[in-house]
């Protein structure tokens, strides 16, 4: 440490945040955890788009059908889907077989067959528009060729017959969309509300901090079961309620964090180069009051999707055919014995998203605070 | 002087520390003896290794440092030891206390029951035996009113007192080896004398060997045998205390040697104008507790000082901890609230609000006491030191602010091209002068420094008082320069007000006071602090 031979240096420092990233960069759960979340986060946005699905369309005819990779109809499901369709037709089918992607058959009865009434193989989500190759015995036998209608239901389908991948990814977004947003409603007015308590201090202090003791006591129940009440359900207020009620324990974190760096050294020359309040609070609290932030942050983030789960499993949160996780997973639940990708897929979802977000927490904590681990 | 064989023999140790940028070797193949009952000081700077040194003996190095090579106590091998096996050693054959005496006791539990701790584990004494041999180490240690202090709490003892307390549970075992890491650098001048004469004396009366690790040559002047002087991990120079200091052979023992400030300040004309005056002055902090605050009890930090500051001059505050030398500081500078007048050139300042004070602000300046706390860690040094610019000159687009940032820092001399880096990146030394350029870059009449150099290493000290004394003679500044050390005050200032609980005991020109001090506290200090 000697003080005055000054070696060349490099022109860019290397800050503490920097610093950070390195650190958190060589933690492989972190980045892991990172890579997990940025792929989440990209297939719930982009992913509902691709997988052919409208998330509220329902099909009829595949009303909890499991998951699986092959596409749907089956080929062991056809004869009885064919069978229910020729027996609203009143004929009977017969030389039933599948030819590539079409469906042969022939349709038999004592009476002409209403050609109209085909129109159920076009209204099932099974086929397409069948073709007549040959009409028989003055209408009474038809020879047809049905194209195949391929679906995929990689997750299968729900108790309504809903793509469950779809479903599954359009509550991701919903889920991934209350816990940003809730969060950055409670890091804004947590993080001003703290360090402005915990800067300015004395009676302006005690009363800040006995509002929020005050919203601390409001039972968080009561209080969503009051606004849903008033305003009705309503996505943007899920993020006003959490959000509403996150912010306390950031604002205490926040306070507690100022009052030691108050008394910091760089504060006290701050004031004495004239400083204002506003300024010592911005460029020298609110930036080394954010390691521990960043770290709630994490937490927070999956702690109010759970907080949105809980709601949407009461029936307080988002509103039919949307959807979230706990939504989802509170279906599943109720299905578990019939249909256990139900619960599965949207329970692995949130369990995965989840996990990584508290790894990620982990890791964050550890490369911002080197000294504690 | 080494009396048979030696009871530590340290051969060809490195230590070194995996970090970010790679190995660091802090320790670079050190040789060291300690002879049975002999008195070593390991003297060098703050990051030549020398704490690391033993560090590694005791088995404490940090989780990221490793160290090779060979440490034999009594011809036992300790290096590679595991925790359970040094254990035989460590604590019962070589003892070791520590810099900081408010940490290194556990705050609630009282100072018997921490002594006695140990004594029930590791000889299996009963508990009134335990607290017997308690109060047989306090009485060891000199500690006043032993008896009752052994049901006290850490919080009630004062510096030297819980230092007293960490070498009466360090002696516990009776070791071979007391080692003692810059045990005295926390404390008072007068503390510090006490407590050097207890390590030498008990070193005497129960025949162990002690090993002083201390960046102050003065302290080896009166106590040690032998010296091993250290500078970047590596040993420059080892010999007798007196061949060291008479007759030293490396030119680096040569400047540490030399270290001590050197020039005194002239006084300014008699009629120089009056830059800040204050009558009267006092701050009171209100002790009392609870809600309603029903009883008052007032601590009184700065009690009634009258201060008149002269333009080009510099008032030296002397005084121990709690005097309220710093409070004073703050006071004039209107950072904590106060009560008399305070008069800056022509302006009364007591009545002025904190908006009112802001224009003023660009005169009145500070330097702080520590180099790692005054920098704000997350903005770069340009943005650090071109603050006050955004209050005092809000007219200067970023890049002339940016361009007054680099002339103030190249005044202090550092390199311009650094004021993109951030402070964790720079040594003590450069950081304080980072502090000073921020105080600079407002041209002020009147420069506070709080302590600025007691952080810092000695020839660091020298050139931080050297650069101070020139930006006086530069811009005509007047100081108001706080220290407890007296030699750093005997350079810096051509008047001393010297401080003891709140009030001035003494003031005068420096020489005067130097040479004829008239009170006894002022005596104390000064025989404490000249270690010849």
Not at chain 2, 414 to 438: K, V
Request: net charge positive; proline share 5%.
């Amino acid at each position: 440490m000697s003080d005055s031979p000054l070696t060349p240096l490099p022109m860019i420092g290397r800050s503490l945040w920097q610093d950070a990233r390195n650190r958190l960069m060589r933690n492989r759960a972190a980045v892991a955890s990172l890579i997990v979340l940025g792929l989440m986060a990209l297939s719930c946005i982009a992913g509902p788009w691709l997988t052919g699905h409208p998330y509220d369309r329902v099909y009829p005819d595949y009303v909890r059908v499991p998951a699986s990779l092959e596409s749907y109809p089956k080929a062991d499901a056809i004869p009885a889907a064919v069978q229910r369709i020729a027996a609203r037709i009143r004929a009977t089918p017969g030389d039933v077989a599948v030819v590539g992607e079409s469906l042969r058959l022939t349709l038999t009865s004592p009476r002409p067959i209403d050609q109209r009434l085909l129109v159920y193989f076009d209204r099932s989500d099974q086929f397409g528009t069948p073709r007549i190759t040959a009409n028989e015995e003055e209408g009474r036998r038809l020879a047809l060729e049905v194209p195949l209608k391929r679906q995929r239901f990689l997750f299968g389908t729900d108790a309504n017959g809903r793509d469950l991948l779809t479903r599954t990814l359009i509550a991701g977004r919903v889920s991934l969309a209350i816990g940003l947003l809730a969060t950055g409603v409670a890091l804004i007015i947590g993080v001003l509300y703290g360090a402005a308590a915990g800067y300015l201090g004395g009676r302006i202090d005690m009363l800040m901090m006995r509002v929020v003791d005050v919203l601390y006591a409001l039972p968080f129940i009561f209080f969503v079961i009051l606004l849903v009440v008033f305003f009705g359900r309503n996505f943007i207020l899920m993020f006003l309620a959490v959000g509403a009620i996150e912010w306390l324990d950031m604002a205490r974190i926040v306070r507690g964090q100022t009052l030691s760096l108050k008394r910091q050294e760089y504060v006290l020359a701050a004031e004495a180069l004239g400083v204002t309040t506003g300024g010592i609070i911005w460029r020298h609290i609110i930036p080394n009051t954010l390691g521990p932030v960043i770290v709630y942050v994490t937490l927070l983030v999956p702690k109010v999707i759970l907080l949105e789960s809980f709601l949407s499993f009461l029936g307080l949160g988002v509103q039919e055919p949307m959807t979230s996780w706990g939504a989802l997973i509170s279906d599943g639940a109720r299905a578990i014995q019939g249909a256990w990708w139900m619960l599965a897929f949207p329970a692995a979802s949130l369990v995965t998203t989840l996990f990584a977000l508290n790894f990620l927490g982990d890791g964050l904590r550890d490369a911002l605070d080197p000294r504690d681990r | 002087m080494t009396t048979g064989d030696p009871i530590l023999s340290i051969r060809n140790l490195h230590v070194r520390f995996r970090s970010n940028d790679g190995m660091v070797e802090a320790v670079r193949g050190v040789d060291l003896d300690v002879g049975a009952g002999e008195f070593v000081a390991i003297v060098g700077e703050s990051g030549s290794g020398k704490s690391q040194s033993v560090m590694a003996a005791m088995g404490l190095l940090a989780s990221n440092g490793e160290a090779t090579g060979s440490i034999r106590y009594r011809g036992a091998e300790l290096l590679g030891l595991k925790a359970a096996a040094l254990n035989a050693y460590r604590g019962r054959k070589l003892a070791m206390i520590f810099q900081e005496p408010m940490t290194s006791l556990d705050p609630l539990f009282k100072i018997g029951a921490q002594i006695a701790a140990p004594l029930r584990k590791h000889q299996g004494l009963s508990r009134k035996a335990a607290r017997a041999r308690a109060l047989e180490l306090l009485e060891l240690v000199r500690m006043p009113r032993p008896e009752a202090r052994l049901s006290s709490y850490p919080h009630e003892l004062s510096g030297g007192q819980r230092q007293r307390v960490m070498i009466a549970m360090a002696l516990a075992n009776d070791p071979d080896i007391l080692i003692a890491d810059e045990p005295t650098t926390a404390l008072d001048v007068t503390i510090e004398a006490e407590i050097l004469a207890l390590i030498a004396e008990l070193r005497q009366r129960l025949g162990m060997a002690v090993i002083l690790i201390t960046h102050d040559l003065g302290l080896v002047r009166q106590h040690a045998e032998r010296v091993y002087v250290m500078r970047q991990g590596e040993v420059v120079e080892s010999g007798t205390k007196r061949q060291i200091i008479s007759a030293p052979a490396h030119p680096y023992t040569r400047m540490l040697l030399a270290a001590e400030p050197e020039g005194r300040k002239a006084p300014p004309p008699d009629d120089a104008p009056i830059l800040l005056s204050a009558r009267d002055l006092r701050v009171s902090y209100d002790l009392s507790r609870g809600f309603l605050r029903r009883e008052t009890a007032l601590l009184h930090a700065v009690d009634g000082v009258d201060l008149t500051l002269r333009r080009g001059q510099t008032i030296g505050i002397v005084g121990e901890s709690g005097s309220g030398k710093s409070t004073l500081g703050k006071a004039v500078l209107k950072l904590v609230p106060s009560a008399g007048t305070i008069r800056f050139e022509d302006r009364a300042l007591a009545p002025l609000d904190r908006a009112a004070m802001r224009p003023l602000r660009s005169s009145l300046q500070v330097v702080f006491q520590d180099p790692f706390g005054s920098l704000s860690p997350r903005l770069t040094v340009g943005e650090i030191v071109s603050e006050g610019l955004l209050v005092h000159a809000p007219h200067l687009t970023r890049a002339e602010r940016d361009l007054r940032a680099a002339q103030a820092l190249a005044e202090v001399s550092l390199e311009p091209a650094l004021r993109n880096r951030y402070p964790h990146e720079f040594s003590g030394g450069q950081r304080q002068r980072i502090a000073i350029a921020r105080a600079m870059i407002l041209h002020p009449k009147l420069v506070v420094l709080d302590e600025p150099t007691s952080a810092l290493d000695r020839t660091v000290q020298k050139s931080i008082v050297a650069l101070l004394k020139d930006m006086q003679a530069r811009h005509a500044l007047s100081y108001l320069f706080i220290s407890h050390d007296l030699g750093v005050v005997r350079a810096m200032a051509d008047w001393v007000m010297v401080m003891k609980d709140g009030c001035v005991v003494e003031s005068g020109p420096t020489e005067a006071i130097f040479e004829a001090p008239q009170a006894d506290y002022t005596r104390r200090l000064i025989a404490a602090s000249i270690k010849a």
